[in-house]
Each structure stands twice: as structure tokens, then as C-alpha cells.
């Protein structure tokens, strides 16, 4: 497609239960990156794939959330056994290196709500 | 988040400039970017401008960077009804092989027929 795409647009779960977020990226784009957005905050950075392998996952906040990506193409993020504080938008972005410019595109998110 | 700040809000009628403040503390950053955010909306990139540069224009936007004092600002020319958004900056630090970027927590711009 033309652009990054997030899936499901909206997801509402129970506590406790697991929830799978999916995106894709624009193709070519070797470098994908996934944030959190909690309501009227900024962007918290989870983690970063350059292909399929994560350099940096220092910002999943716990053991719950973990992320994979295949085929250096579409990357699921996955929210185990959620809580209530894990309500917010989950944004993908990915880019492509020109040289040390980085031009990141973002998808339109999934806003998850758990009861 | 990582000190880059904006303030919360900005109020404008139509037709004048607004002007959108960015603070950030980190002087290795490279780019600095411009985000417009609509309501249920992800990230558009506005413009972005290299850290060794002072000015940059494009069309209705004008980026101003003062690299000394860490202030980066947005200006919209004849701000119209439809330029109504969260508007983020943004940093790219470099971190062993890859970018890693800073966001503010947004401006809120309001325009007022």
C-alpha cells in the first residue's frame, strides 16, 4: 500500500486478557519502529526492528508486552494478560535511512481500551 | 518525553501567524522534525530541518532553530480553520547504528473562525 497500515483501527478487551496488534509497513522501509500514545500525552518509544531483528527494546514497559517482525516487512506487537493502564494509542512508524536523514511515517493506530 | 518540551496550548484567530515553541536539551541531535496530528489521526510530518541550519521555509511554514539555546519553532503563515491539530516536535539523537527519536507532548492549536 501507499502508506503504513494498523490493525484492528480499534480494539476493546477485558482485563487479563491477551491482545495482538498488527502493522504494515511501507514497503522497502527496513527500519520500524512502535509507540505508545496515553491520552493528551506525547509519544513513548516501545522498541525499534532494522529488518527483523530488535536493537533496542528498551521502552516495553514490562514482560507483558513483547514484538516480532518477519520477513523485514509486517511486525505484531502483543500485550499479554492486559491491564487497565495499557488504554492508549498504539502507533507504528517506519522509515528509511537517506545517509544520517531519517524521514519516519506513521500509520494511523490502534486505540485499545481495556475494561 | 527525554526533555523535549512544548507548551500545552495556542489559540488563534484565522488569517493571523501562529507560532509553536520547542525546547529540547540534547546536543547531539541531528534533525529536528515537525508532526501535525488530527483528531483520530496518526503523525503527518510537517517539515524537518537539520540540526546546522537556522531557517527553513516551505510555503506557509516557516522552521526556526536557535541551536545554541535548544529552541526550535514552528511558524504558520495565514493559519486557517482546517491547520487546527496537535502539532509534535521532534528529535532524531544517533544511537550506535540507528536514529533514536525524542517527542514532545504536543501543542493543541486552535484556530478561531
Known amino acids: 500500500g501507499a502508506g503504513v497500515s494498523q490493525s484492528p483501527s480499534n480494539k476493546v478487551t477485558e482485563k487479563g486478557k491477551d491482545v495482538e496488534l498488527r502493522c504494515d509497513p511501507i514497503?522497502?522501509?527496513?527500519?520500524l519502529y512502535w509507540y505508545r500514545q496515553s491520552l493528551g500525552q506525547g509519544l513513548e518509544f516501545l522498541i525499534y526492528?532494522?529488518?527483523?531483528?530488535?536493537?533496542?527494546k528498551s521502552g516495553l514497559p514490562s514482560d507483558r508486552f513483547s514484538a516480532e517482525r518477519t520477513g523485514g516487512s509486517v511486525s505484531t506487537l502483543t500485550i499479554q494478560r492486559t491491564q487497565q493502564e495499557d488504554s492508549a494509542v498504539y502507533l507504528c512508524?517506519?522509515?528509511?535511512?537517506?545517509?544520517?536523514?531519517?524521514?519516519?511515517?506513521f500509520g494511523p493506530g490502534t486505540r485499545l481500551l481495556v475494561l | 518525553g527525554e526533555d523535549v518540551e512544548q507548551s500545552l496550548f495556542l489559540s488563534v484567530r484565522e488569517g493571523d501567524s501562529s507560532v509553536i515553541n520547542c525546547t529540547y536539551t540534547?546536543?547531539?541531535?541531528?534533525?529536528l522534525y515537525w508532526y501535525k496530528q488530527e483528531p483520530g489521526a496518526g503523525l503527518q510530518l510537517l517539515t524537518y530541518?537539520?540540526?546546522?541550519?537556522d531557517m527553513k521555509q516551505d510555503q506557509r511554514l516557516t522552521v526556526l532553530l536557535n541551536k545554541k539555546d535548544k529552541h526550535l519553532s514552528l511558524r504558520i503563515a495565514d493559519t486557517q480553520t482546517g491547520d487546527s491539530a496537535i502539532y509534535f516536535c521532534?528529535?532524531?539523537?544517533?544511537?550506535?547504528?540507528?536514529?533514536?527519536?525524542?517527542f514532545g507532548s504536543g501543542t493543541k492549536l486552535n484556530v478561531k473562525p
Open positions: 514497503s522497502g522501509h527496513t527500519a
Open positions: 512508524a517506519s522509515s528509511l535511512r537517506r545517509g544520517t536523514q531519517e524521514t519516519q511515517y
Open positions: 526492528f532494522q529488518g527483523n531483528s530488535a536493537p533496542d
Open positions: 530541518i537539520f540540526s546546522n541550519m
Open positions: 521532534a528529535e532524531s539523537r544517533p544511537l550506535y547504528n540507528f536514529n533514536k527519536f525524542y
Open positions: 540534547d546536543s547531539s541531535s541531528t534533525y
